[in-house]
């Protein structure tokens, strides 16, 4: 079973603190993702990493950073943490391209932080 | 720019009978579509997934009809359950092997 572990499961952060949310995968997957989840808003795609030292910018990208030093490891830094990041992370990842089957999962998920920034 | 839609936020179905999911995309490059499943405070779980090559997958109780031609695809549940009251996410994929395109999801509830 593929196995994605976050650090942190609740976190509570002040305006202004840099914030470390760490991802670790077990299933030697290339890719790997940061979402958040917003009521009403659904998944929204924060960054994404499709190798080491690799990272791509995904639809709201704006007020963070990731770093991939491990292939196993992604993590997501909230460099000056605000209100409006208060959500629910989530991490995510996959194998590379497509394995040509039928049966295609996608992406494998973590169990989410819950991050409150007050 | 939302290329997966899912426009019912929620749905309410009596135990036994078959829950409905909807889904509507505009890329017609996207070539596999996926539900997920998320319980609160939990992350997503795969649920099905479908080739744009197939019109219909099935396993167990989750059956997922494609329709090209409308760009729809739809998760239907026989019989609900209860325990099958989370929320519904829809995502589809262009060959890239990066990201997925997520719905805002469908909150189902599943009444005794």
């Known amino acids: 079973d593929v196995k994605v572990t976050q650090s942190s499961r609740y976190l509570v952060k002040r305006t202004g603190e840099k914030v470390f949310l760490e991802c670790v995968q077990d299933m030697d997957h290339e890719n790997m993702f940061w979402y958040r989840q917003d009521p009403g808003l659904g998944l929204r795609l924060i960054y994404f990493?499709?190798?080491?030292?690799?990272?791509e910018k995904g639809d709201i990208p704006e007020g963070y950073s990731v770093s991939r030093e491990k292939k196993e490891r992604f993590s997501l830094i909230l460099e000056s943490a605000s209100t409006n990041q208060t959500s629910m992370y989530l991490c995510a990842s996959s194998l590379g391209g497509h394995p040509g089957v039928t049966s295609f999962m996608g992406q494998f998920f973590g169990p989410g932080t819950r991050l409150t920034v007050l | 720019d939302q290329q997966v839609k899912q426009n019912s936020p929620s749905l309410s179905v009596q135990e036994g009978r078959i829950s409905i999911l909807n889904c509507d995309y505009t890329n017609s490059m996207f070539d596999y579509f996926l539900w997920y499943k998320k319980y609160p405070a939990e992350g997503p779980t795969f649920l099905i997934s479908?080739?744009?090559?197939?019109d219909k997958n099935e396993d167990g109780r989750f059956t997922v009809f494609l329709n090209k031609s409308a760009k729809h695809l739809s998760l239907h549940i026989v019989p609900s359950q209860p325990g099958d009251s989370a929320v519904y996410f829809c995502?589809?994929?262009?060959?890239?092997?990066?990201?997925?395109?997520f719905g805002k999801g469908t909150s189902l509830l599943v009444t005794p």
């Open positions: 990493s499709y190798d080491v030292k690799m990272k």
């Open positions: 479908i080739s744009s090559i197939k």
């Open positions: 995502a589809a994929d262009s060959n890239s092997g990066y990201a997925l395109n």
